[in-house]
């Protein structure tokens, strides 16, 4: 398993926003082709050594799964920074060499761990006992019949117990939910809507001949978000949602919420939304899009992803944390600060502006100097909390919000 994750190759590419305001498009989007990809690093630096992820991996720090999760990039940065003496320590202790990093190499990284928070739990026995419950109760089994059993409206679901993937049943449930829409409506049956695991339990249910699954399912298809990104577009999503102020307004704007769920909590969303995006497509003249292939998973990791990046910092806060957090002691930025560490002016650079992989890799790979440093100097690690990271490159680059 591991070995075929560490052949896959390929590139991160920068896939910039054509219009959206400066602050935004300083904070680079860029989004990963294959989420995957860090895993391979995680693995050649030695963090598999200490962490698990999705069981797989060592027991000395936690088990980074779900770390990811509801964090920003800048926000991990922030985590990773925290928790570096004691991981300095504990690498010193096993003998394990400080790896360091490019800007590339971090990015994967930084991408792999957030996308750790996307894939579900692995549906239990008793989760797919409450699959069968919620094929009756959300009404799936007035209309369709499972082994012989049900409603004969739509067609039988026996045979479907080969896709596992929660993601491909939404891809076709979503497809067909314009003809589901309107026999519910004749038949009173109200939209069924999912919560929680719900689809990933009804699913589970459904894939009942194959149990146990031989394989990860969610995980064996992770999707690529920068083709969802162009989806995103070429299925007029844009049209009716704006992304950083950009697209359409009747839809809600869907990077004023964070959509970092698992996989199956964002297709259930999709799903609960659907009869209300239906109704503003046909008012729309909008073509009720259809999706294929991986389509499906494409987009939704790519909602999953808008919640890597940062809303613009604030350089005020920025400038206050700067001298709070000690950084000024050793280093000097536009005329201010120490001179024990490098000057930070260079990272003002306007047209190359600071990014949040840079400052995360500048920041893990001078960490073990830095605390040398402090621990001679009896200066004691600052924690950085929630939006520091944030509002700090702020303030380094001289960009962002000034409140
Ligand atoms: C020698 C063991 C060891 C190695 C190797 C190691 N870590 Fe850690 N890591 C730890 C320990 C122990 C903690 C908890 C530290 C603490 O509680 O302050 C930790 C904490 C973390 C956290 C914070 C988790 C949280 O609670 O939010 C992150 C993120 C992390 N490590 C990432 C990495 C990455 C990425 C690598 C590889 C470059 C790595 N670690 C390598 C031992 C290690
Ligand atoms: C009011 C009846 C009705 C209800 C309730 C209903 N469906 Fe359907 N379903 C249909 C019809 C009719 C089709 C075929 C639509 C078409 O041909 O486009 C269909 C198609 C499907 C398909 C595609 C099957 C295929 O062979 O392509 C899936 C999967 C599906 N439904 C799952 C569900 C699930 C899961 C539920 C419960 C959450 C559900 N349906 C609730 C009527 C219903
Ligand atoms: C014709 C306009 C229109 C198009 C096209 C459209 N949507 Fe929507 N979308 C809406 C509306 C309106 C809502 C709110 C519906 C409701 O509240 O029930 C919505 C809701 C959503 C939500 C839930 C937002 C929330 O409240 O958290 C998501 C996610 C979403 N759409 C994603 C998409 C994606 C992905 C596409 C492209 C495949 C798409 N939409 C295409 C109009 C549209
Ligand atoms: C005790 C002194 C000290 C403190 C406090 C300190 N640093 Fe550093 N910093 C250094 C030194 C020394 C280096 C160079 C380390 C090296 O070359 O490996 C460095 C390197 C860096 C770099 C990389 C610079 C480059 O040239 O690429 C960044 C970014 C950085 N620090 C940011 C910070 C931030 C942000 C803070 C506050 C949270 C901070 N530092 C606090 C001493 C310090």
Redesign the pocket.
């Known amino acids: 398993m591991l070995k075929r994750k560490l052949l896959i190759v390929g590139l991160f590419i920068l896939l910039a926003f054509p219009t959206i305001p400066r602050s935004i498009l300083a904070q680079e989007i860029t989004l990963p082709e294959n989420p995957l990809m860090g895993r391979m690093l995680f693995y050649q630096k030695g963090c598999l050594g200490c962490h698990s992820v999705r069981g797989e991996g060592g027991n000395v720090g936690p088990d980074l799964s779900n770390k990811g999760h509801n964090r920003s990039v800048t926000q991990m940065v922030g985590t990773m920074w925290n928790h570096f003496p004691k991981m300095y320590q504990k690498m010193s202790q096993e003998g394990i060499p400080f790896p360091r990093f490019t800007t590339e190499e971090m990015a994967e990284l930084l991408a792999y761990i957030y996308f750790a928070g996307y894939f579900d739990k692995p549906a239990t026995t008793a989760d797919r006992l409450k699959g069968m419950t919620l094929f009756s109760e959300k009404g799936c089994k007035k209309c369709h019949s499972l082994d012989g059993a049900g409603g004969d409206v739509g067609p039988d679901l026996t045979a479907w117990d080969r896709f596992a993937s929660p993601v491909l049943w939404a891809q076709l449930m979503w497809n067909h939910g314009s003809t589901m829409r309107d026999k519910m409506i004749t038949k009173n049956i109200p939209w069924p809507k999912f919560e929680g695991n719900e689809m990933r339990d009804l699913v589970a249910y459904i894939y009942r001949a194959n149990w146990p699954p031989k394989q990860d399912v969610s995980y064996s298809l992770p999707g690529n978000p920068a083709e969802g990104k162009r989806l995103?577009n070429e299925?007029?999503?844009v049209?009716?949602?704006s992304i950083f102020g950009t697209g359409?307004k009747?839809?809600?704007s869907?990077t004023d919420?964070r959509?970092d769920r698992t996989v199956t909590q964002l297709i259930g969303?999709?799903w609960n939304?659907a009869?209300?995006?239906f109704e503003?497509?046909e008012l729309?003249g909008?073509q009720r899009?259809q999706f294929s292939g991986g389509e499906m998973s494409d987009?939704v990791s790519f909602?999953f992803f808008l919640g890597y990046f940062d809303r613009p910092g604030s350089a005020d806060n920025g400038r206050r944390l700067f001298f709070v957090k000690k950084c000024a002691l050793c280093h000097g930025l536009r005329g201010e600060g120490g001179k024990l560490g490098p000057n930070l002016t260079k990272y003002s650079n306007i047209e190359q502006p600071l990014q949040p992989v840079h400052i995360a890799q500048a920041m893990w790979n001078h960490a073990p100097l830095m605390a040398e440093i402090m621990k001679a100097r009896n200066i004691a690690w600052p924690r950085l909390e929630e939006n520091d990271v944030n509002d700090l490159m702020a303030f380094i680059r001289g960009t962002g919000s000034n409140n």
Do not use: D, S, T
């Open positions: 995103f299925k007029k999503c049209q009716c949602h359409g009747i839809g809600p869907l919420k959509y969303i999709m939304h009869p209300g995006m503003k497509m729309a909008i899009p987009i909602l």
